[in-house]
């Protein structure tokens, strides 16, 4: 019957899907189905948006077609019947030219790993679709920069991203574009703009609509029952006789974007069918008339924006546009949200919007239609449960005067959206000369069951004349009203905020004959951050770059281009997940611990019913005899790949589930009962003092020990003045690489297997193999083509993921993949070491230091991994002052806690850390700017000696000095110092802080193998131990093989680069990998290669002065070749770069300013600039390197500023996707950001001169960390200012460690949780 099956178009190309469980969602089917694999799976909650797609929709009526951008993770197959797909290979891919969008990310260097690049590419294309077809053709350049608000990466920073999208805009100053491979620096306007891409809404708008769909009619009859389970009602009559018929048994689920499955996972449960809603008019209606609003229900969030936009109502549009991200609002619909608000406490907005506006909302009971209340539709028992239906939202009109005021705000980490709430409210008053007439004060998201109006606080102000003190009294009673649920974090900073958000709202009018002033501030204090403003548009974010192009070695030195840049834009580069699944393969899923420390009884299903689909259970009684329980190793010890009968921490690995998809493991895994029995355990260890108390710690072999510097008690009696006995905490982080754990294993005759690893160290995967399955290394094959994001976290952690695969494989002789979830990932990363710290030090009244004592305890969980390496790298960083004298005592605490590992610096940015926190109190003591302290301690080059003994290089490489006083003068650091002060006295809801924090980061080369191989062609193919991980490596390479083959000084040998290709890892065509890792793989494979080129230049060398002698002309690189192969020239090389041992390690150093602005009443921190200054040799790749500094900066922001990675009282991760756990966005990056790489003189010891960058300029984020600190400080002593009782229930001393991350709540408490009403008390007693 025709409109009865499922048909749809993916870029033009036809689908029909025959029959399909009704739960695939589009991402499923685009992968498991179709070659097109640029949509990835990052997350599978809407909310990275690597999952991005294009919708289009023809309206046959109208001919129109109209598009949009949504998550294709979230969107179920069926709900796209009769429309066209669109992904980033549908743009533009390798063989039909690649779209101006994937050149221009290319260009402007915007794609490191490439796992998130082609989500960002659909992002853009669809904000110049938008622009196209709703205003003038142009893109603005705000749009361009909010066009990737939603997505996330965890490579660039986002710099260069935003510059590809800006790159668009036509109100863009091109020459505010940062550094690109299209023009060269002192170009005219007029040839920037002609060298970039072209770009042309006419032949670049290509998501056209197919004429075969358009031809298809009855989409009006929707799917055939019988064979998906789905129905599709076209009136609200057909609606109410489908829940009629479900009366008498069986589920259904009712679904529009079916967004709410990216928060509520569990939601995946068998339906017995689907009712797509998103087709009956009167639920897709939107009417305006004098009355107001009346908007369906089944009305997208972004349609309801732009209707609401163009009205009294453009505040609550522009606060739901911080809702999500652009593609969860073309998705997600209004009466969703509310649903989830009302029946599953999902923290909303809308409903927070709707309370303060006095909506109403129309329900389908039955055959009636009822009217409510939005305050009285969300305490009606969960309508999910009853049979109610939720039809439409009234909005009253109000009328808009001077007297009539409404106000939103919210507060969350991130401030343009993708993140939820910490409270949000949204205020309606008439207020006429001061008295408030009428007053709707909603607020929502502190953790109660729903939104809620303050009726108390209405009812008491309503009628009253605005006062200090009559504000202070409702501050009380709202204090009272915001209770936040037992399990809600920071529950007295979400009171705060209510109140906060109160105060802001009416603290302007009182005094100014109750007019709405500009906000809160004129002249004594400036707010507007909870404030959502609609006319506020995220500020231009601005960047320069500085970098110097050497042609000493070229093309080494020159910016070229990313290997593959294009290619991963368009989303052809080829992950593991990527490579096509074989008919018979299987899929694996962990079962994990959920106790610390506990006896494993059995391992069943509930209801002991195997779970669709499911093969087999695997644990350690299913490894081979000859082999081993190993999942892991290091130099410190191996880790076992499942618990045996006790399981040593939450989060452990138990079993390892296998079934015929991805989704039935994940389901089966979370369906796993596991009985434990703790009976005659000893307690767990789940804290670095009870590690202590019982002494659990891993040895420290002493080569990794510290040493001690000087005498400690000589210089504790120079001091003047001691600190003694200070501590505080460092946390932990996770890795939120793009691409989760991945591996699949392939069985081969003979007992052998191959297995393709998402990993950064194949050798040690391939050895874990072998050992585990008890085979020799030459039956296991490992290979790696490129990983998508690794930050360590792909190193040790990659192994086990790897060696479950190749055990279930060798076991059931079939495929086995294995791709983690997001939420697993986290529970089992590690991720780097949190610590405790505990100092004495002793420094005279002039600021100079005298000696430091050290004790730290690191959190090294149940493993040893590399945890004990940690004490040496602490060390590195630590010694960047001169302290006199240095003595520390660490311990590495073995817990029952999940093993960490090494994160990027890993503790490296603890010990540059620990060593500012120190300074920083120092300067608080003795009352001195910090940044005199910091300049006085700085080393000369013998007391760099003395603490760096061999390590320090020659005087001239000791460029510190130079980077410090370079910096003050290229950022202004003195003027803007002053500017700040200023800025602190005009201010009272403001603060601002400007840091500027020195690092030198010690990084070590490693032995690393190398393979140039030249074929008959003339072309060449390369092999390296090192893994291409998005830091450019395959890139540096690249140009190494061509300046080392361009010294056989053919003609034509400068265009070598472009004959040039490095191949996968593959650990049995190239042993000896070792790990990618430390920052100095790059150069040590670039070292290996240049070795291989000098063989192979000599082995040409005869065959060259043969042909030069019997030739007058020019020989080029191809006559060469051919003449080299018809003499049997050995034409392959390899090499093992053994670095020398007395210079194997390096200091690299830099120096970051940055100035934040904190607001005293949410705790919010803004960075507006940050520069950076750093020493990067003769860089090899300046546009790589600076990609390195910058990533790695804004890695840093995450670290100290917003990432919380935390444990419960069992030890089991807390965080567990992209709801909880915030990385930095494109709205959370310094507004400034100007980046300076020095290219400093020769390195004789370096690779060409050239020094590391992947990990050292991590270190420089602590400025942003201590720029808050000092605009803390301010808040402080303001807050003292206004005591009028003893009653001070704000510490408010200098004296304060600000907690890293310094996440708003913690700034919050250290600025007062109360401050606020301590401002109004002091207004009242006449301060």
Request: overall charge negative; hydrophobic content about 35%; some cysteine.
């Amino acid at each position: 019957m025709e409109g009865k099956d499922l048909e749809f178009a993916v870029n033009g190309e036809r689908f029909k899907v025959n029959s399909v469980d009704p739960s695939t969602t589009l991402l499923d089917f685009l992968r498991l189905n179709t070659p097109f694999k640029s949509v990835k799976l990052g997350c599978g909650e809407g909310g990275c948006g690597a999952c991005l797609v294009i919708l289009s929709k023809y309206d046959p009526e109208s001919e129109q077609v109209k598009e949009c951008s949504i998550n294709s993770c979230l969107t179920l197959l069926c709900s796209i019947n009769g429309c066209s797909i669109t992904t980033s290979e549908g743009l533009g891919n390798t063989k039909n030219g690649f779209h101006p969008i994937h050149n221009r990310f290319a260009g402007f260097h915007a794609s490191q790993c490439g796992f998130c690049t082609p989500g960002m590419c659909i992002s853009l294309y669809s904000a110049l679709s938008n622009a196209h077809h709703n205003h003038n053709n142009s893109l603005t350049v705000s749009e361009a920069e909010k066009s990737v608000a939603g997505n996330l990466c965890r490579c660039t920073g986002y710099r260069p991203i935003v510059d590809a999208c800006k790159s668009f805009a036509a109100d863009v100053d091109i020459e505010d574009l940062g550094l690109n491979s299209f023009w060269k620096k002192g170009d005219s306007k007029e040839v920037m703009l002609k060298s970039l891409p072209p770009y042309n809404p006419k032949d670049h708008l290509v998501t056209t609509f197919p004429e075969f769909l358009k031809k298809k009619k009855n989409v009006r009859n929707g799917l055939d029952h019988s064979r998906y389970r789905w129905t599709t009602p076209f009136s609200v009559t057909e609606l109410h006789n489908i829940l009629e018929s479900a009366n008498s048994g069986g589920s259904l689920k009712l679904v529009v974007g079916n967004t709410g499955t990216g928060y509520y996972k569990d939601d995946e449960e068998m339906f017995d069918r689907y009712v797509d809603i998103s087709h009956i008019p009167e639920m897709l209606m939107i009417k305006k008339d004098e009355n107001g609003f009346e908007i369906g229900a089944a009305v997208t969030i972004s349609n309801a924006i732009d209707a609401l936009k163009d009205s009294n109502f453009k505040k609550m549009a522009a606060h739901m546009e911080k809702v999500g991200n652009h593609s969860m609002r073309n998705s997600g619909s209004i009466g969703g949200n509310l649903v989830m608000a009302q029946s599953r406490k999902f923290p909303s907005d809308i409903t927070t919007l709707l309370l303060a506006a006095d909506a109403s909302v129309y329900m389908l009971h039955g055959r009636k239609t009822e009217k409510v209340k939005v305050h009285e539709f969300l305490d009606l028992p969960p309508i999910l449960e009853s049979k109610r239906v939720l039809l439409k939202v009234d909005i009253p009109a109000w009328t808009a005067d001077n007297e009539s005021l409404f106000e939103t705000y919210r507060a969350a980490p991130r401030s343009i959206g993708n993140a939820l709430p910490y409270v949000n409210a949204a205020f309606f008053a008439r207020v006429s000369h001061q008295m408030v007439d009428k007053c709707l004060l909603a607020f929502g998201s502190y953790g109660g069951d729903h939104s809620i109006r303050a009726t108390e606080v209405e009812h008491f102000l309503t009628g009253k004349l605005l006062s200090h003190s009559v504000l202070h009294e409702a501050m009380g009673l709202l204090r009272g009203i915001i209770v936040p649920g037992k399990d809600t974090s920071y529950p007295e900073y979400r009171k705060a905020l209510a109140v906060g958000f109160l105060f802001e709202f009416f603290y302007p009018l009182i005094d100014n004959n109750g007019q709405r002033i500009c906000s809160l501030d004129s002249g004594e204090e400036k707010h507007s951050n909870g404030h959502v403003d609609p006319t506020e548009s995220l500020p231009f974010l601005s960047s320069s770059q500085q970098v110097l192009e050497s042609n000493e070695f070229q093309p080494v030195g020159e910016a070229v281009i990313k290997v593959g840049a294009a290619l991963q834009a368009s989303g052809e580069a080829v992950f593991v997940d990527d490579i096509p699944t074989l008919p018979d393969c299987l899929h694996g899923a962990f079962i994990y611990s959920t106790e610390p420390l506990a006896k494993i009884k059995s391992i069943s299903f509930s209801e002991n019913v195997s779970p669709p689909g499911v093969f087999a259970v695997l644990t350690f009684k299913d490894i081979p005899q000859q082999g081993q329980n190993i999942g892991s190793k290091t130099v410190f010890g191996p880790g076992p790949l499942f618990a045996d009968e006790l399981t040593r921490c939450a989060g452990q690995r138990i079993a390892l589930v296998v079934a015929d998809t991805q989704k039935h493991a994940d389901r089966a895994a979370k369906l796993a009962v596991v009985e434990y029995d703790i009976k005659n355990l000893e307690e767990p260890i789940l804290t670095v003092e009870d590690a202590v108390k019982r002494s659990s710690f891993f040895d420290v072999f002493p080569m990794f020990y510290p040493e001690a510097v000087g005498d400690v008690l000589e210089g504790m009696k120079e001091a003047d003045r001691k600190i003694l006995l200070a501590e505080f905490r460092l946390g932990s982080q996770y890795f939120f690489y793009m691409e989760p754990q991945t591996a699949l294993a392939l069985p081969d005759e003979d007992n052998c297997v191959k297995v393709f690893s998402s990993s950064q160290a194949p050798e040690y995967v391939h050895s874990v193999i072998a050992t585990c399955l008890g085979i020799p290394e030459h039956n296991v094959r490992v290979i790696t083509r490129r990983v998508g994001g690794g930050f360590g976290g792909k190193a040790i952690k990659s192994m086990p993921v790897a060696t479950a695969c190749a055990l279930a494989a060798h076991k059931l002789n079939r495929p086995v993949k294995m791709y983690m979830n997001r939420k697993t990932d986290m529970i089992m990363a590690g991720g780097r070491h949190p610590m405790k710290v505990t100092y004495n030090v002793g420094f005279r009244s002039d600021g100079k230091l005298t000696a430091l004592e050290l004790t730290m305890l690191i959190d090294a969980g149940t493993e040893p991994d590399v945890s004990p390496i940690l004490p040496r790298n602490i060390m590195g960083p630590l010694r960047k002052y001169d302290w006199g004298a240095l003595s520390v005592d660490v311990k590495v605490c073995k817990t029952n806690l999940p093993s960490r590992t090494a994160m990027r610096a890993p503790g490296e940015v603890q010990g540059s850390y620990i060593a500012e926190s120190i300074i920083e109190n120092v300067a608080s003591s003795l009352h001195m700017e910090v940044d005199e302290v910091r300049k006085i301690n700085l080393h000369t080059y013998d007391s760099l000696r003395k603490f760096y003994k061999h390590i320090s290089g020659e005087e001239d490489e000791y460029t510190l000095p130079l980077l410090w006083d370079k910096v003050e003068i290229s950022s202004e650091f003195k003027k803007r110092d002053e500017m700040v002060k200023e800025f602190n006295k005009c201010n009272v809801w403001r603060k601002r802080g400007i840091s500027r924090v020195p690092i030198v980061h010690q990084v070590m080369q490693r032995p690393t193998p190398g393979k140039v191989s030249i074929l008959s062609d003339g072309s060449v193919v390369v092999e390296v131990g090192g893994i291409e991980i998005g830091q450019g490596l395959w890139t540096k390479v690249k140009q190494m093989v061509a300046y080392g083959l361009g010294l056989t000084k053919c003609t034509g040998s400068e265009k070598l680069i472009e004959r040039i290709r490095v191949v996968q890892a593959d650990t049995l065509g190239l042993i000896q990998g070792g790990f990618t890792a430390g920052s100095t793989t790059s150069e040590n494979s670039c070292e290996a290669v240049r070795l291989c080129c000098v063989t192979l230049v000599e082995r040409l060398k005869p065959t060259m002065d043969q042909m030069m002698m019997e030739k007058s002309g020019s020989v080029t690189w191809n006559m060469l070749i051919q003449k080299a192969y018809a003499q049997s020239v050995n034409l392959s090389a390899s090499a093992l770069y053994t670095p020398e041992f007395s210079s194997m390690e390096y200091l690299n150093y830099g120096v970051g300013v940055s100035e934040v602005e904190v607001d005293v009443i949410t705790g919010k921190t803004e960075i507006l600039r940050s520069d950076i200054i750093y020493d990067c040799g003769k860089s090899l790749n300046p546009a790589v390197d600076l990609g390195q500094v910058e990533g790695a900066f804004v890695q840093g922001i995450g670290f100290f500023m917003m990432e919380e990675y935390t444990t419960d009282e069992k030890g089991l991760v807390v965080q567990q996707g992209t709801w909880d756990y915030n990385i930095p966005t494109v709205d959370t990056i310094p507004k400034q950001f100007y980046v300076e790489i020095l290219n400093t003189g020769h390195h004789k010891n370096r690779v060409l001169s050239s020094k590391a960058s992947g990990e050292p300029p991590l270190l420089l984020a602590a400025s942003v960390h201590c720029a808050t600190r000092s605009a803390i400080r301010e808040a402080r002593k303001q807050s003292l200012s206004w005591d009028c009782n003893d009653g001070n229930r704000d510490v408010s001393g200098a004296d304060f460690e600000l907690p890293v991350p310094a996440t708003m709540p913690v700034v919050k408490g250290l600025c007062g949780l109360y401050s606020v009403e301590k401002y109004l008390e002091g207004k009242i007693c006449g301060k």
